[in-house]
C-alpha cells in the first residue's frame, strides 16, 4: 500500500472548515482501532441490567398478577383513571404494565388504608409526592416498586415469601449497594432507599436484617450532619422519625433522634390557648399530674377536640402536618420514663404515659388493618398494669386503658388477635360489672373523657364491647 501525504492549508479556512479538518484527520488517526468510551461502557452496562431486571420482573409479575386476580382479598380492581394517573408520569425507566399495576394498586387502595383518611387527614399531596420521589433514578424507583408490592401483598394476604417480592427485594439490595458505593452515597435519595429496605425486611418479619439496615440508615445521617440536613426532602425526613419511633417502641430503647414541630401545628391550625387551659384544668381538678406530661396530655386533647368537633365536619388536615403530631407527640411520651422505672406501680403518670402511648399506636395505622409491628414490650407493660390493678384503682381511666389497649389489639375482621389479646375480654367484662356499666352508650360516656377520636375509636370500642358481652362478631 502506497502511503501518501496531503497538505492542508487552514489559514483562511472558517469554523465550519476548520471542524471538518479535525473531523477528517481523526478518521484517518483511529482508523482499523476499536473506540471504547468509558460513558458508553457504563451506558451500556446500566441500560443491560435494567432490561435483565424487567425481563425477570415481567415474567415473575405475570406469574404473580394471574394469582392475585383470583385472590385480591379486599383490594379490587383498579379504576381506569389511576392507571392513567400513574402512566401520565414521566418516570425514569419505562413503566410496563405491571409496574403501572402495583403503583395504581398502592395508591389506590393501599396508602388510603396506612393513614385514616375517615377522620379528615388528606392523602391524596402524600400519593403525588409518592410518585416525585420514585422520579428521581432508576435505582429510586425499582426500590420503590419493591416496597409498594411489599405493601399490596401485605395488605391482600399473599404473604411475604411469593417469587415477585423477593425478586424484588434482591434487586433492591443490587441497587442500594449501587448507590452506596458512588458519589451519591449519602444523597437523600440513598436515605430513602434504605429506608425501603428496613420496610421490607420488617414485612418479612426479618428484624435483625432491619436492625442492620436501621445501624446503617442512622450512620449515613450522622455522616450528612444530622436529621435537619433531610429537611429538603420532607417526606424522606419523617419517615426516618416514623421509623426511628417504631424501633423504640418495639425493643424498648430510647429513640436516637428527636423532633417537636407542636408549636408550628399550633400556629398553622389557630389552636385555641383557651382550650389548652382548660383541658390543664380538667386534668388538674381530676388528678394531681406531673407538668411533664400534663402539657403533652393537653396537645393530644386538642387533636381530639379537633377532630371530634361537630361543627368542623369538613376539617381537614395534611398528611405532612399528621405525621408531624403523630412524631412530636411520640417522641416527647417516650422520652418519659415512669413505665420503665415503675411499671408495676400504677400511679396517673403511668397510666395517662401507656394509654397515650398505645392511643398514639392507634394513629399510625389505620384500625382494623394488620399490624406491622407487635410492640411486644408495650403490650406486656400494658397486660401487667392492667391486671394487677384493674380492680383498684380509677376504674373510669383503667377502662379507657383497657379499651383503647382492646383497639390496638385487633385483626382485620374486629376480633381481638388470639395471640395478645385473649387475656383482655375478662378483665373489661369484671371491671364493667363492678362499675355497673351495662351498655356501650354508659361505657363510652366514661372513656370519652379520655383522649377519644370518635370516628377513629367509637366503632371498633363497640365491637369490642359486643365481643366482651357475647355479641357476633361482625367481619369488615
Partial sequence: MTQTFHFVNGACADRKERKELRRHVMIGKNAGRTIHRPSRIKAFQQKSLELRDENVASICTKRDFERDSMNSGKVGKVPQWRLSEVKSVAFPVELTPQYAEIVATFLEFIADGMYPSHIGVSVEDAKRTWLQVMTADSSTFYCNIALMQACNALFKDEGHDSVISTTFLARSTAHVRRKIESQDALSCSTVAMVLSLVTQEQFRNEHKAA?????????????????????????????????????????????????????????????????????????NSRNHIDEAILYILVDIFDLCMLFNDPHGQHFRMDLYSYQEVIISISYRLLALDYIYQHPTVPTTEITYQLGSIVFMMILFLQYGRRRLHRFTRITQLLRGVIELHFTHYDKDQMLWLMITGGIWMMDGVWTLDKRSGDWLPPLILELAQDLGVQTWEEARSRIIKYPWIYKLQDEPGKKIWDRVHGGSVVSW
Fill in 211 to 283: 436492625r442492620i439496615h436501621l445501624d446503617g440508615l442512622i450512620r449515613m445521617i450522622h455522616l450528612r450532619g444530622g436529621l435537619d440536613t433531610l429537611a429538603e426532602t420532607v417526606q424522606v425526613l419523617l419517615k426516618v422519625c416514623k421509623t426511628d419511633i417504631l424501633f423504640a417502641l418495639e425493643y424498648g430503647n430510647t429513640p436516637v433522634f428527636y423532633r417537636d414541630r407542636m408549636p408550628q401545628i399550633r400556629l398553622m391550625y389557630t389552636l385555641d390557648y383557651t382550650a389548652c387551659d382548660m383541658n390543664r384544668n380538667i386534668l
